[in-house]
């Protein structure tokens, strides 16, 4: 959802025909959650996105290494990333360390912590609201982000669960809904995400621009991070600034593009070989 159609209405305003689909500006893609695991079809989440808020609950739900990864796929999306924390009115204690474990993980993102009942902290969000430009909520299921479109939108528009005794959320978003607020921005709310597999190879280095920094200063250039000396990333794990579980999870997404890229590739060179086998046929029946 998020295309943009030049459409031509009739003169009595009864029929409508699409004329064209405008050119993407921007789009939130992940591997496609269904279909063997060796799969490399894409999903387009959110296209023509402007800022993508990507909610996290506090409490249960609080995860900085799934925020890497939707960090990752937020940067290559062309849009502008912002964090968002629900449930602050849930867990007034977790809020000032959420916070700064995120900010330690997010650089330059911006970074809210907010309650979709009481309305703490939402009022922080309405920069990223301009009339005339397009936000998407991504998250994983019951963070509550139907509850926030309802208070942004200042009505009941998305129906709502209450949480679980043991403080989760429950999914309630089956599809994506497209909102429009007050003040002229558009919220799409997108249904929860169990699993976010990352699709592109190349926005890896921002999300841990720290550990590119800290790989540039290795001894050599082509350093491992394993047994060489003058390596800045093992002495900065052993000095402790930076941590063991954030270089853990660099090294699997890393894993993971790399196994991606390989299958895109090998799926792209299948398909060339298919065009080739098309092609020859095609000339064994022309008649000369």
Same mark, same amino acid.
């Given at each position: 959802?998020?295309?943009?159609?030049?459409?031509?209405?009739?003169?009595?305003?009864?029929?409508?025909?699409?004329?064209?689909?405008?050119?993407?500006?921007?789009?939130?893609?992940?591997?496609?959650?269904?279909?063997?695991?060796?799969? @490399? !079809?894409?999903?387009?989440?959110?296209?023509? =996105?402007?800022? *993508?808020?990507?909610?996290? #609950?506090? %409490?249960? /739900?609080?995860?900085?290494?799934?925020?890497?990864?939707?960090?990752?796929?937020?940067?290559?999306?062309?849009?502008?990333?912002?964090?968002?924390?629900?449930?602050?009115?849930?867990?007034?204690?977790?809020?000032?360390?959420?916070?700064?474990? @995120? !900010?330690?993980?997010?650089?330059?993102?911006? =970074?809210?912590? *907010?309650?979709?009942?009481? #309305?703490? %902290?939402? /009022?922080?969000?309405?920069?990223?609201?301009?009339?005339?430009?397009?936000?998407?909520?991504?998250?994983?299921?019951?963070?509550?982000?139907?509850?926030?479109?309802?208070?942004?939108?200042?009505?009941?528009?998305?129906?709502?669960?209450?949480?679980?005794?043991?403080?989760?959320?429950?999914?309630?978003?089956?599809?994506?809904?497209?909102?429009?607020?007050? %003040?002229?921005?558009?919220?799409?709310?997108?249904?929860?995400?169990?699993?976010?597999?990352?699709?592109?190879?190349?926005?890896?280095?921002?999300?841990?621009?720290?550990?590119?920094?800290?790989?540039?200063?290795?001894?050599?250039?082509?350093?491992?991070?394993?047994?060489?000396?003058?390596?800045?990333?093992?002495?900065?794990?052993?000095?402790?600034?930076?941590?063991?579980?954030?270089?853990?999870?660099?090294?699997?997404?890393?894993?993971?593009?790399?196994?991606?890229?390989?299958?895109?590739?090998?799926?792209?060179?299948?398909?060339?070989?298919?065009?080739?086998?098309?092609?020859?046929?095609?000339?064994?029946?022309?008649?000369?």
């Amino acid at each position: 959802m998020g295309d943009w159609a030049l459409v031509r209405v009739s003169g009595d305003g009864t029929r409508a025909v699409i004329e064209a689909v405008l050119e993407r500006r921007s789009k939130f893609s992940r591997k496609a959650a269904t279909g063997p695991s060796n799969a @490399t !079809e894409e999903q387009v989440v959110a296209a023509n =996105v402007d800022t *993508v808020f990507l909610v996290a #609950g506090l %409490g249960y /739900d609080f995860n900085v290494r799934r925020l890497e990864r939707y960090l990752t796929t937020a940067w290559e999306s062309g849009a502008q990333p912002a964090i968002v924390l629900t449930k602050a009115d849930l867990y007034p204690e977790d809020v000032e360390l959420a916070v700064t474990e @995120t !900010e330690a993980i997010a650089f330059g993102v911006p =970074v809210h912590a *907010v309650s979709g009942i009481t #309305g703490e %902290g939402v /009022d922080a969000l309405e920069p990223h609201l301009r009339p005339g430009t397009t936000v998407a909520l991504l998250g994983s299921s019951g963070v509550g982000k139907s509850t926030l479109v309802n208070h942004l939108a200042g009505r009941e528009v998305l129906e709502t669960q209450d949480v679980r005794s043991d403080g989760r959320g429950r999914h309630t978003t089956s599809h994506r809904e497209l909102v429009l607020l007050p %003040g002229g921005a558009l919220l799409l709310d997108t249904p929860g995400m169990r699993e976010l597999q990352l699709w592109t190879t190349e926005s890896l280095d921002t999300s841990f621009a720290d550990i590119v920094e800290l790989a540039g200063e290795c001894r050599f250039g082509d350093c491992s991070h394993n047994s060489e000396p003058g390596c800045a990333i093992k002495a900065a794990l052993a000095g402790g600034t930076l941590e063991q579980e954030r270089w853990r999870s660099y090294q699997k997404l890393q894993r993971e593009l790399r196994a991606l890229e390989i299958r895109q590739d090998g799926r792209m060179r299948m398909e060339e070989r298919r065009a080739r086998r098309r092609m020859a046929r095609s000339f064994r029946r022309v008649k000369y």
